[in-house]
């Protein structure tokens, strides 16, 4: 079984690059026992595992790695704590990161943070946690990078990058909110599109299906409808989250459908094909925009 693990597991380069140092713990995907604490960048908290064949007898560490691949099994890389720097009077200080790495740990030991051997007291979650805390390696992957299968995506469809309203954390209704509206669009070719994809920071985050007749103009009463007097209206839709449907696209990256340039900063962006197009040149209706009832 030793020959049939995956030596060459390893981090993308924009997903590394993103990491820059971290906090990581290697554990027993059996007895769930955490038998490694460690701190690295780069592909370090896969360097253990993928070395252990060639160090047999060298360390307890890779006696336990070696346990692990002969039962068949692969050992658990989990990052506590990611993004470290050196950065001082900030929520990114050593003592902030630190802190949230321990926390983390914690968390992973026991969820409910309280047994025979710790009990925190913390009222509040170490400031970077949330950004930067405890997620698995598999996690972070799909967070800054791994490509989604665009040709599951349909062709009447718009990706809209709501990046500078964007937060970890931001609620369903906000992340809608800020989707739906309001984008400096022809209504008439917007109409012909019947899903929105989410993606800030060019990764799917929710789906929507535009009602009928649900693409509009920026009316009185929508968020920041002032900003239109006396110009051309934004455009933006009504729709309802059909997220559960393309779970499947979830959190993956879109950003190899962009160039570089203007087309990359854009917030909006058609799925055109040739056959789309020559619908709309020959003013018909595809097939896909067709509601049953």
């Given amino acids: 079984m030793l020959e049939e693990y995956d030596s060459k597991k390893s981090f993308p380069s924009a997903v590394a690059e993103q990491l820059k140092s971290y906090v990581y713990v290697l554990r027993d995907p059996d007895s769930k026992k955490i038998f490694y604490v460690g701190k690295g960048t780069g592909d370090r908290v896969f360097a253990h595992a993928n070395g252990a064949l060639q160090y047999e007898g060298q360390s307890i560490k890779n006696d336990v790695i070696l346990s692990i691949l002969q039962r068949g099994s692969k050992v658990e890389t989990i990052i506590l704590q990611h993004g470290l720097s050196d950065h001082e009077n900030s929520e990114l200080s050593h003592a902030h990161q630190t802190e949230s ?115 509009r103009y920026r009316v009185r009463g929508d968020r920041d409808w002032q900003h239109d007097v006396g110009k051309n209206p934004r ?38 094909d040739i056959s789309l197009k020559e619908l709309n040149r020959r003013n018909l209706e595809p097939w896909w925009n067709f509601r049953q009832g």
Wanted: glycine content about 6%; proline content about 5%.
């Fill in 101 to 215: 790495a321990i926390y983390g740990l914690f968390s992973l030991l026991d969820p409910a943070l309280d047994n025979s051997q710790f009990s925190l007291t913390n009222l509040v979650v170490p400031p970077s946690y949330r950004e930067f805390g405890m997620k698995s390696t598999d996690e972070l992957i799909a967070q800054y990078g791994e490509p989604a299968e665009t040709s599951q995506i349909p062709h009447n469809s718009m990706l809209i990058k709501m990046t500078k309203t964007w937060s970890l954390g931001m609620s369903a209704d906000d992340v809608y909110e800020f989707t739906r509206g309001w984008w400096p669009l022809s209504l008439n070719r917007a109409s012909k599109v019947r899903y929105v994809f989410a993606i800030p920071n060019f990764v799917i985050r929710a789906v929507y299906e535009v009602q009928e007749n649900g693409w």
């Fill in 235 to 272: 455009v933006g839709f009504d729709g309802v989250d059909v997220t559960a449907r393309f779970s499947h696209l979830v959190n993956k990256s879109v950003l190899h459908e962009y160039g570089e340039g203007q087309a990359k900063r854009s917030s909006t962006k058609y799925l055109d």
